[in-house]
């Protein structure tokens, strides 16, 4: 049982603007100050980038709590999530407008209504995670606003789920992945104790908490994009 990989998000199909992108940031440049119409022009060939932002009563499944260093791979587990037919919240692909980059009244309160007109909210951890000005205070107010929180590692390498452990206060929610439902060859997402304790993705969305069951959720599924 493992975690979804970066390699696995590469097989979704990308647009050539997007793998373009990639490259830059695997050289280290910053995504988002050097490339930041690039990357709205490559969410708009995913068909992400709405013509208008969304209305502030539209409910969403999930949050997705990210540091903006990330922001090609955000885009990836967007689709794949949605694809998995939940509705994902994406703050600088809906609300286009705001400026994550400075810390403003405007945008906290954007952000926290967002927050609250969604079912969750998942961080997606990567080693840029800690350097988000944004991620630790949107925990913050999903947990004040009773929501569901969750961790959504990407790691570069294949990592089984029985060695996932969340940095810091990460390690107190539990992590997603992806997986197939065992006897059948659907896949969906499973949220994650450890290898023995996990619940499926919908039943968690419901509020039902992570149990210990006899065996690992089934195998991980390949992603096919």
């Known amino acids: 049982m493992a975690l979804i990989t970066i390699p696995q998000l590469d097989r979704l199909a990308a647009p050539p603007i997007e793998k373009r992108a990639r490259a830059r940031t695997a050289a280290g440049?910053?995504?988002?100050?050097?490339?930041?119409?690039e990357l709205r022009k490559t969410a708009a060939e995913m068909r992400l980038l709405k013509e208008a932002q969304a209305p502030m009563h539209q409910e969403f499944d999930v949050f997705l709590s990210h540091s903006l260093r990330d922001a090609v791979?955000?885009?990836?587990?967007?689709?794949?999530?949605e694809r998995l037919g939940y509705s994902v919240y994406v703050d600088w692909v809906e609300d286009e407008e705001l400026d994550r980059q400075s810390v403003s009244k405007k945008t906290a309160e954007r952000l926290r209504k967002r927050i609250r007109r969604s079912r969750s909210l998942l961080v997606h951890?990567?080693?840029?995670?800690?350097?988000s000005r944004w991620v630790p205070w949107e925990i913050g107010v999903a947990d004040g606003a009773g929501k569901r929180v969750g961790v959504l590692p990407t790691p570069e390498a294949d990592v089984d789920t029985?060695?996932?452990r969340g940095e810091?206060?990460?390690?107190?929610?539990?992590y997603i992945h992806l997986a197939r439902i065992r006897?059948?060859?659907d896949q969906t997402l499973w949220a994650n104790r450890n290898v023995k304790t996990y619940v499926d993705f919908d039943s968690w969305l419901d509020g039902h908490e992570p149990w210990r069951r006899e065996k690992p959720v089934g195998r991980v599924a390949p992603l096919r994009g």
């Open 162 to 164: 029985s060695e996932y």
């Open 168 to 174: 810091e206060y990460l390690g107190l929610y539990p």
């Open 29 to 37: 440049q910053r995504i988002l100050e050097e490339f930041g119409q």
């Open 73 to 81: 791979r955000v885009l990836e587990l967007k689709k794949l999530i």
């Open 183 to 185: 006897g059948t060859d």
């Open 125 to 131: 951890a990567t080693e840029h995670t800690s350097l």
